[in-house]
């Protein structure tokens, strides 16, 4: 498996400013990570793919210019809240895709929690 | 329209017992299915993947059924122990790399 890190865990800010979320890989190369969100009693939304060296991918109804994805390294992405609004509020969670001999398995990051007053 | 099902009752069992959990899925085609754990404030943890052409998967303490004509997995803890408590994901692999995942059953194993 990969072990994949989120910094910070928990995130407080006031409504109008950007905030901006660590992922890393800590012990595999990924070309390939995911950004997650998920509501209170909810599931997983997938946001989009972040790719290395190349835009991220959007899901259908994410504003990309709202939230900003850069993949800088095979070992980090950065998910960036601008202008967050109390609704932006959530749990946000990367993830690493391993390839298998014939699928993909995602590993998870802990997960950051996000609160815009 | 296209949806993943998984009960959103709380499944609360006795310790000992066996747990089943259902995922049910409609106008989709997965290539495989995936379970994770999540605890509480926590990220999702991989536990088991079944391809359409297995009927059934076991690790451990662990069962998952797949049965693409219902539509339908199974996912059962047997000997179920308070650790096991938890919210439990299912997830489909449409072969693209994405996951599609159900809201979540949370369990609760009482001692």
């Known amino acids: 498996g990969a072990v994949v890190s989120q910094h910070p865990s928990r995130v407080i800010c006031k409504s109008g400013t950007s905030v901006k979320i660590e992922c890393r890989s800590l012990?595999?190369?990924?070309?390939?990570m995911f950004w997650y969100r998920q509501f209170p009693k909810q599931s997983l939304m997938l946001m989009a793919t972040s790719n290395e060296g190349s835009k991220a991918t959007y899901e259908q109804g994410v504003e990309k210019d709202k939230f900003l994805i850069n993949h800088a390294s095979l070992t980090l992405s950065t998910l960036t809240v601008t202008s967050a609004h109390p609704e932006d509020s959530s749990f946000y969670i990367c993830s690493v895709g391993i390839a298998g001999a014939s699928t993909d398995t995602q590993y998870f990051g802990p997960g950051t929690r996000l609160t815009v007053l | 329209s296209q949806k993943i099902e998984q009960n959103s009752e709380a499944l609360n069992i006795q310790e000992g017992k066996t747990a089943t959990l259902t995922c049910n899925y409609t106008?989709?085609?997965?290539?495989?299915l995936q379970w994770y754990r999540q605890d509480p404030g926590r990220g999702p943890v991989f536990l088991l993947l079944?391809?359409?052409?297995?009927k059934e998967k076991r690790k451990e303490r662990l069962k998952v059924t797949f049965d693409t004509t219902l539509k339908q997995s199974l996912f059962h803890i047997t000997a179920s122990q308070p650790a096991d408590s938890a919210t439990y994901l299912c997830a489909l692999d449409l072969g693209t790399g994405k996951l599609i995942f159900g809201q979540g059953t949370t369990l609760q194993v009482k001692p």
């Open positions: 106008n989709y085609s997965p290539a495989y």
């Open positions: 012990d595999f190369q990924a070309t390939t």
């Open positions: 079944i391809r359409e052409n297995e």
